[in-house]
């Protein structure tokens, strides 16, 4: 299993932005498909936005589209979630997922499609 570690939330006003990065243990970071899910309190975590192996392709939910960028780096086994004009309701906590053995360019959008995933970082955006 793939040890994941999210980094770089916090609380930012409205309009602001953050980067998230999602650091993975293992030499194999190249074959991992990687996604990031959020859960804000009371509802259930739901899909932001996920990237393919060689970060050829990406998808995002409507929600985010536009707004946030995913990105991957194979030679640092991180991948990035650049968050910019956010909202009060993007609050949540944020969650690194991998997929391991993903075929080479596909995306993945639903939670049972990862095998691995981090502890959560928590951006709060304020009004």
């Known amino acids: 299993q793939v040890q994941l570690v999210e980094s770089g939330g916090g609380l930012v006003q409205a309009g602001g932005s953050l980067r998230l990065a999602c650091a993975a243990s293992?030499?194999?970071?190249?074959?991992?498909?990687m996604g990031w899910f959020r859960q804000a309190p009371g509802k259930e975590r739901e899909f932001v936005t996920a990237?393919?192996?060689?970060?050829?392709?990406?998808y995002y939910a409507d929600s985010v589209k536009g707004r946030f960028t995913i990105s991957r780096d194979n030679a640092k086994n991180t991948n990035y979630l650049q968050m910019n004009g956010l909202k009060p309701e993007d609050t949540a906590a944020y969650y690194c997922a991998a997929k391991t053995n993903a075929a080479y360019r596909s995306t993945y959008s639903k939670l049972d499609d990862y095998d691995s995933w981090g502890q959560g970082t928590l951006v709060t955006v304020s009004s």
């Open positions: 293992g030499r194999t970071f190249s074959t991992y498909a």
């Open positions: 990237i393919s192996r060689s970060g050829a392709s990406t």
